[in-house]
């Protein structure tokens, strides 16, 4: 069996680890990891694992229900833009923030806030969320 | 990349149906997806004043296979729009597909390979096919149908951890913009009121858009004497705060269709032709934008590349549509393409000059919301809508003087950046 990238980033996080690939040519990362570095298009990269420190830039939300399955449960979720402390940017759920104007104009007036991974487990899934340090 | 035409390609024939729903609207009720897209086809046809056996290719697009059941569509098509027998692609580009279609006609002009050119878009997004019927429609729950759509979405990591499309495509955009102007939520929120007013106002003029009441009338139509209130009620829910539902697309099935020929026999078809001067094309995967919700790469490229290829100046267009499934990410791009300044999409739309009778026209079709989103078919509108301006066919809604030098811009989720520069020769 060949090695899938993107069933090793997912086993990575079943173990609490947020898997990376780095280029040497351009000194950039890839995150999640693809066949090539997403910013040079080198295929020669190497796997590395990252902090989890990032920075909460903007918070918004979803719709309930969400147009996907795995996600009825906790819609509607707020769904946040991150920059990670070694420059990657992502995006993904952000738990203990409600998805209600009050809440999120709160956050949004507070400004940058440093979050930290918190993996959920749904529908057998890992999904990487994050939460308020 | 040498970024020229070699040849002037022009678009002498455009078609568009009504934008609705095939069970419900009047104008496509009880068509089939091979009717709509034929009468969209044949509109454009007779407009270039070209027969189906005139033509050297036909491409055609659609995006959501799973509403239409309609793969290899060119071939399905070509005894409907009796050009059976020519070269065709069935191709997508998701909701840019017709303009990356026009793109793809110009350049096989340009080529010297084909000299006329029909492209086709249709898209059902509010029905489906029920069970295998040839004829029978059932409407698509709006969970199905972003589903569907998001098949499109980087489907290794996005989707299954927890992607969708309001939040990444609204409210992250619209608080970016908010932070970086230092716009209070409360104004963006007014200004946003005032957009869709402009753009509610554009497809209570137009004859085939999907939702033909003002703004004003809908609040009063549900009790509001001042829609302003009507608009921030229960009625006007938020999608993804800060952005209520009010500012997105409005789902529909719909078809559009254009015929490209050389610059040089364009006279022959039309006595108004409009040149293709320039595109820009450029695509990404998820994440569309790096710290900055509202500053795009794609779009930069795409916006300089249509300049560049076109020779043209934003300082040159009379009339901008751009992608405006969301408000806000479409206002970004006006800001970005120069047609109105950095930082004061706010301030135009609560002044107005962003109406049909505005200094600064955009959507006069009503855009997303009020014209309605037919995902592939949604491109081809855009670019009908212009070359009906152009003209001086746009009726009630029309910008006076006729706009000479249009863009158009659209997203095809996801995501394509898609930039036309057209101009009335
Ligand atoms: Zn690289």
Not at chain 1, 48 to 64: D, I
Not at chain 2, 285 to 297: A, E, F, Q, R
Request: net charge negative.
């Amino acid at each position: 069996m060949a090695d899938s990238i993107i069933k090793r980033y997912y086993d990575g996080l079943a173990e609490g680890k947020l898997l990376a690939t780095h280029c040497d040519f351009c000194d950039a990362y890839t995150f999640p990891p693809t066949t090539a570095c997403e910013h040079c298009g080198n295929p020669d990269v190497e796997w590395v694992e990252l902090s989890g420190k990032g920075t909460l830039l903007f918070a918004s939300h979803g719709a309930a229900p969400p147009p996907n399955a795995r996600f009825v449960d906790i819609a509607p979720y707020t769904y946040g833009h991150i920059v990670l402390a070694e420059g990657p940017v992502v995006q993904g759920i952000i738990t203990g923030v409600k998805a209600e104007p009050e809440e999120l104009q709160a956050l949004f007036e507070r400004g940058p806030v440093p979050v930290e991974p918190d993996i959920l487990t749904l529908m057998g899934l890992k999904v990487l969320a994050w939460k308020l340090v | 990349m040498r970024g020229k035409l070699k040849e002037g390609a022009s678009i002498v024939g455009v078609g568009c149906t009504r934008f609705g729903d095939l069970l419900e609207t009047p104008e496509i009720k009880g068509l089939s997806m091979q009717e709509l897209a034929a009468m969209a086809a044949q509109e454009a046809m007779e407009d270039a004043n070209i027969s189906p056996q005139e033509l050297d290719a036909v491409f055609v697009g659609h995006a959501m296979v799973h509403s239409t059941q309609l793969p290899g569509t060119y071939s399905q098509l070509s005894k409907w729009i009796g050009a059976q027998f020519k070269a065709g692609v069935h191709f997508e580009a998701q909701c840019s597909t017709t303009n990356v279609g026009a793109a793809m006609a110009a350049m096989a002009i340009a080529s010297g390979v084909y000299e006329k050119v029909l492209v086709v878009g249709l898209e059902a997004t509010r029905t489906r096919v029920k069970d295998m019927s040839p004829y029978e429609r059932v409407p698509i729950s709006t969970e199905e149908a972003w589903a569907w759509t998001d098949y499109a979405v980087n489907q290794a990591y996005s989707v299954p951890q927890g992607y969708e499309i309001f939040s990444v495509y609204n409210g992250l955009v619209a608080l970016g913009y908010c932070r970086k102007y230092g716009i209070a939520i409360e104004d963006y929120d007014r200004a946003m009121f005032e957009l869709c007013r402009t753009r509610r106002l554009h497809g209570a003029m137009n004859p085939k858009a999907i939702l033909q009441e003002t703004l004003e009338d809908e609040a009063a139509r549900l009790g509001f004497s001042d829609p302003w209130e009507f608009w921030k009620s229960r009625f006007n829910p938020f999608v993804a705060w800060p952005c209520r539902i009010r500012n997105v697309v409005t789902v529909a099935d719909g078809a559009s269709a254009m015929v490209l020929v050389r610059k040089d026999a364009a006279r022959y078809h039309s006595e108004a032709p409009v040149d293709l001067l320039g595109f820009g094309i450029a695509y990404s995967d998820l994440p569309w934008y790096d710290k900055d919700p509202s500053l795009w790469p794609i779009d930069r490229l795409a916006w300089q590349r249509a300049y560049q290829m076109s020779g043209v100046s934003p300082r040159e267009l009379d009339y901008l549509h751009t992608h405006d499934c969301s408000n806000i990410v479409g206002m970004c791009n006006a800001e970005l393409s120069g047609y109105i300044p950095e930082g004061k999409w706010t301030q135009y739309a609560r002044d107005g000059r962003l109406r049909y009778d505005g200094d600064r026209p955009m959507s006069t079709h009503g855009g997303r919301h009020a014209f309605g989103h037919a995902w592939a078919a949604s491109a081809g509108a855009d670019t009908y809508e212009a070359v009906l301006q152009m003209r001086g066919e746009a009726g009630r809604r029309q910008i006076r003087p006729w706009p000479e030098t249009c863009a158009i811009h659209t997203h095809g989720y996801a995501m394509i950046s898609t930039v036309l520069i057209l101009r009335r020769c």
